[in-house]
């Protein structure tokens, strides 16, 4: 039931304190601050290349963990999107570990590709939402979301799920692997503990992100720019708009808007720019100057640091509280599911059942 929320859509993405507080807390120990993922019988530490495979919003949650596989457990990490990966006779090592991530665990493109790998003698890994489905049952390591049943198309409350998983294997596998000390990993462990406050301060900003949704709405087209593990929320961000919105839109990395697409700024073309404060904003600043000095309209999502440096002369600046870079992937999907919402609901779209799309993709 909707509740006191217009869609399903809205109650999920409303969800996320408490669905993510929920997976944290099957994945992390509060007595001690470690890591603690099932048992399972496979020596996580022998793993030298982890292949992940997923599709839509799950990919991109697939997409931010290549960067903290990498970044902790210095685990070099092949991705693609099942559709792509099934059929390009992929190269699996031996004793791999083949990662799927699905909310359904039904995707028919994502499920092919996890018996292809099977097939091929790898352990197969399932970060799923639905515990009694396909996937979840074809899993020698299953990882578990408890984000609790999606309804909305657009999936919201999985995504930051799948994100909390993730970042707990990334954590666990760089412990395995020796290159976590005990201090960094209960380190890590608050961190993540400080997302669902994070999510919720993050929430707060509603009402703003609602009464700026008209300045996008009559586009016709509209950029996300991201660097970093912010890089696959501009391609969520985008991929939300056009989903309930049916506006076009597009994610690119900050850095390749001067390679092609900055031919198509003007001042019709509103740009999103997702860039918390940090090493790596100034880069996108000077991307974003790039995008204003041809016309370009920018909303820059950011904390009071980053919107207090680079936010004058913006259309609009959405604050986020600031938090650490590891939990910055979840608390900034909310002002991009919000900012695809609000702008759906100001066009008049049916947000919870877009056109042409289904909740399950089981067709390849
Ligand atoms: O159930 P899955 O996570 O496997 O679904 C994958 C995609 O079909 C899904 O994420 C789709 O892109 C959503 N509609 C995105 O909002």
């Given at each position: ?125 399932v970060v799923v939402n639905v515990p009694t489905s396909t996937m979840a049952r074809e899993a020698d390591l299953l990882l578990p979301t ?219």
């Amino acid at each position: 039931e909707k509740g006191n929320y217009r869609h399903f859509m809205q109650k999920e993405i409303f969800e996320q304190p408490t669905v993510v507080a929920q997976t944290l807390g099957s994945y992390l120990r509060r007595d001690d601050y470690s890591v603690a993922l099932p048992q399972f019988d496979f020596d996580i530490s022998s793993v030298r290349r982890l292949t992940i495979v997923a599709c839509g919003t799950s990919y991109y949650a697939g997409l931010v963990a290549k960067y903290w596989f990498e970044q902790f457990a210095r685990l070099p990490v092949d991705i693609d999107v099942a559709s792509e990966f099934r059929y390009r006779e992929p190269v699996l090592e031996d004793g791999g570990l083949a990662l799927f991530i699905s909310q359904s665990g039904e995707t028919a493109d994502t499920l092919a590709a996890l018996r292809h790998c099977k097939e091929e003698g790898q352990t197969i890994g399932v970060v799923v939402n639905v515990p009694t489905s396909t996937m979840a049952r074809e899993a020698d390591l299953l990882l578990p979301t408890h984000a609790g049943p999606e309804i909305g198309v657009a999936s919201t409350k999985a995504f930051t799920c799948q994100l909390a998983v993730l970042a707990a294997l990334a954590a666990h596998m760089a412990v395995k692997r020796g290159l976590m000390s005990r201090a960094k990993e209960t380190e890590v462990v608050q961190h993540l503990l400080e997302a669902p406050a994070c999510l919720n301060a993050a929430l707060d900003h509603d009402d703003d992100i609602a009464s700026m949704a008209h300045l996008i709405a009559p586009a016709r087209d509209v950029l996300y720019l991201g660097r970093g593990q912010d890089y696959p929320l501009a391609l969520e961000g985008a991929l939300k708009l056009k989903e309930i919105s049916y506006i076009h839109a597009e994610g690119y990395a900050s850095g390749e808007m001067k390679h092609g697409p900055i031919a198509l700024i003007d001042e019709d073309v509103p740009v999103v720019v997702i860039a918390p404060s940090g090493p790596l904003f100034e880069k996108t600043v000077s991307n974003m100057e790039e995008v204003r000095a041809r016309g370009g309209k920018v909303v820059l999502i950011s904390d009071a640091q980053g919107i207090k440096d680079a936010g004058e002369g913006c259309m609009a600046t959405i604050e986020m509280p600031k938090v650490h870079p590891l939990i910055a992937p979840l608390v900034y999907a909310i002002p991009v599911q919000l900012l695809a919402y609000h702008v759906a609901v100001v066009k008049g779209t049916d947000v919870d059942q877009p056109r042409n799309l289904a909740k399950s993709v089981t067709v390849e």
